[in-house]
């Protein structure tokens, strides 16, 4: 059986915090805001592996209200996720991710991320791809103002 997955996430840019992908800490003016260290490239494919396997979602494993999760480290949570699916029986085939924002420029760190977020679900780097992409100046993305992921993610029952 094969199933896919959609994951979608929006954190607000703010100065003084970090900006994280996929684990990767990337030197930017502007950092996510969020309850957690704020990583919307995790929480994009955390959602995306969950929901292809029928579990749930990042805010039912992972509540943004719960006191456990403040700054908590998106990478591992994304490796809890994982771990999860596995349990429930299924191997994560590929990921595929496209996040959007005006800066950083994604490009430079692009195999860095790929790296990470393979290493947290544990499948080769030719199965994960991630593409940076600018919003042409329109929207919360375009203004600089946030910075968006999707993540799609394909599942085989073992
Ligand atoms: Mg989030």
Do not use: Q
Request: charged share 30%.
């Amino acid at each position: 059986m094969i199933r896919t997955g959609l994951g979608k996430d929006l954190h607000r840019l703010v100065s003084g915090r970090r900006f994280l992908l996929g684990g990767v800490e990337i030197p930017s003016a502007k950092g996510e805001l969020g309850h957690s260290d704020g990583d919307v490239l995790c929480h994009a494919v955390i959602d995306a592996i969950l929901g292809a396997a029928g579990l749930g979602d990042i805010g039912e494993f992972f509540p943004s209200g719960d006191p456990f999760y403040k700054d908590a480290n998106s990478w591992e949570l994304l490796r809890k996720a994982k771990e999860k699916v596995t349990a429930a029986g299924w191997k994560v085939l590929n990921i595929d991710c496209v996040v959007t924002c005006e800066e950083p420029k994604i490009l430079p760190y692009r195999e860095k991320i790929r790296a990470s977020l393979a290493k947290a679900l544990e499948m080769d780097i030719d199965s994960v791809f991630v593409k940076g992409k600018t919003n042409e100046g329109l929207g919360e993305t375009g203004k600089d103002e946030a910075v968006e992921a999707l993540a799609v993610c394909l599942l085989e029952k073992k």
